[in-house]
């Protein structure tokens, strides 16, 4: 026998029931939210609920097998209030922190629950829910792309009909995954390829970002174990690189490279400016890369050690005049891909940063950001 619900929040959103195939009566609510910006996309997202003459909309449902596994894997259960077994809200007794970011993203939030309920009803729940934050990044870095490279550009087939998908399937599945996908696409001399089975390594889209002092005229390198390298048999495993992190659902790339700015080398970025996003391997990786020079102030004892601990991280900063990296560049000293990047492109643009011939790209509001200015 199922049980009759009252969605609240979020959950109730046209958006997010329309992805999980819900309707039902619509009721109100007394009480008011908190909380909720990362709510479908993090298990500790949803708002919590508290005592407040306020009237919120809510859905009452029936329960479903695709609601109850959705609710699993998203870290909700029912919650008793005032009469009611509402669903939507945190279950815990103390409200979540502040959410920072901006709002809802009510049409990606909808977009990893199709995702999430279109996998194998046998993937334990368990499972998906250790991955949530890393699956909603991949849909993110899906719709990123479509929004940004959906037109049908030179080179390749002029027509909009020249991609088939036949079929996907995870083949690994952990912090990243492996994809298997049979496709066939147009080509070149006409006609259709044969069913092509290609693996690819997806990994969601990151980010890289140079801090650069233009006064000192110097910048903030880091380096940390790379296990790539490692396990090619490199010697040297450690490598000099840019600021970098992988870009969370609901977060821009300008954000996360602000973000990743503080946590991963200690420096506030002032203005940012973007250099030249790229995909570094695609023939096997879904991976995409958007490329920042930041504005910051380097005094000498700005070069620590810093990371995450709970993430492995153990991470060492180095101040480098910029005129030596372009030298490190240009001799082999730099293996690190995204950092020859942007280190030749800093080499080539620096005097019209300088001379404000390039735009900064938007400042993201609630973000910390304030740093020197180019002069």
Do not use: C, K
Request: aromatic share 4%.
């Amino acid at each position: 026998m199922t049980q009759s619900l009252t969605l609240i929040g979020p959950l109730a959103e046209p958006a997010l029931t329309a992805a999980l195939g819900l309707t039902g009566r619509p009721v109100v609510v007394a009480g008011r939210l908190t909380g909720g910006a990362r709510a479908g996309l993090a298990r500790d997202g949803w708002p919590a609920i508290g005592e407040h003459d306020d009237l919120l909309p809510g859905l009452e449902v029936e329960d479903s097998d695709r609601l109850a596994r959705y609710a699993a894997i998203t870290g909700l259960a029912p919650v008793r209030w005032h009469g009611r077994m509402l669903l939507g809200v945190s279950a815990g007794d103390t409200a979540p922190q502040a959410d920072a970011g901006g709002p809802w993203p009510a049409e990606l939030a909808a977009e990893v629950a199709r995702d999430l309920l279109a996998r194998p009803v046998d993937r334990p729940t368990a499972e998906l829910a250790r991955r949530l934050p890393m699956i909603a990044s991949q849909v993110a870095s899906r719709r990123r792309a479509r929004a940004e490279r959906g037109a049908p550009l030179a080179p390749g087939p002029a027509q909009a009909d020249r991609l088939r998908l036949e079929s996907r399937r995870e083949a690994y599945a952990a912090h990243f995954s492996v994809e298997e996908h049979r496709l066939r696409h147009r080509l070149h001399r006409g006609g259709w390829s044969d069913p092509l089975d290609r693996a690819v390594f997806v990994s969601g889209d990151a980010v890289v970002v140079l801090p650069w002092d233009p006064v000192r005229d110097r910048v903030l390198l880091v380096d940390q174990f790379r296990a790539g390298p490692a396990v090619r048999g490199d010697g040297q495993p450690w490598l000099l690189e840019p600021v970098a992190g992988r870009i969370d659902a609901g977060e821009t790339p300008e954000s996360t490279a602000r973000r990743e700015a503080e946590e991963e080398a200690g420096v506030t970025l002032g203005a940012m400016f973007a250099a030249l996003h790229h995909y570094p391997t695609p023939g096997i990786a879904a991976e995409y890369l958007y490329a920042f020079v930041g504005v910051a102030d380097l005094p000498d004892d700005s070069a620590i050690v810093t990371g995450l601990p709970d993430e492995g991280e153990d991470i060492r900063g180095h101040l480098v005049s910029r005129a030596e990296l372009t030298r490190m560049a240009l001799d082999g000293r730099i293996v690190n891909g995204p950092l020859l990047i942007l280190a030749l492109w800093l080499d080539r643009q620096a005097d019209a940063l300088r001379a404000g011939r390039v735009d900064a790209v938007p400042s993201n509001p609630g973000r910390p950001g304030a740093g020197p200015a180019v002069s």
